[in-house]
């Protein structure tokens, strides 16, 4: 007896498993489509993380293509970009040996530039002062450090595609 009145049919084994099987996928697409939504999330709730302006001086087609640089650097070079602007620019925070640092201080007009010891290899000795100096600086005496870390973005993103021989 089925409990809305109907008579009841009984289902043969194959036919239950089929459809605890039907039951299953389904579960398995819904649990599949939330992991994919929820990690596209994440990966753009860290590269917004990723640029931090204290001055507001960024205008978001600035902070759009330090993201897109962000976002290149991770997918063509395994590196995490951090752009970090203001009083307490030129203080790095904790990274990690996969992260590039470019700090900037307009009030004082200083940059900082740390590279990961591979990249920091990989570009030479001379990468880091010419970023500092010759880009970042001269953007920050100019009063265009915005177009300044476009620039150094990608100098950066440049010398890592450039084919290198050896010549350390």
Known sequence: MSLFGTPSRRS????????????LAVVAGVLWAFDVRFSRLADRLQSQQAIS??????????????????????????????????????????LDEKTVYIGLSPEALAARVILPPL??????????????????????AEGQWPTGLRAAAVFLERQLSEPRTGEN
């Open 53 to 94: 302006d204290a001055t507001g001086g960024l205008s978001e087609e600035d902070r759009r293509f330090l993201r897109q640089a962000a976002e290149d650097l991770r997918t063509r070079f395994g590196l995490e970009l951090r752009v970090r602007v203001g009083p307490d620019g030129l203080e790095a925070p904790e």
């Open 12 to 23: 043969s084994p194959l036919e239950r498993f089929v459809r605890g099987m039907a039951l």
């Open 119 to 140: 990249a920091a290899r990989a570009l030479g000795p001379d990468f880091m002062a010419v970023v500092e100096k010759e880009i970042l600086a001269a953007a920050l």
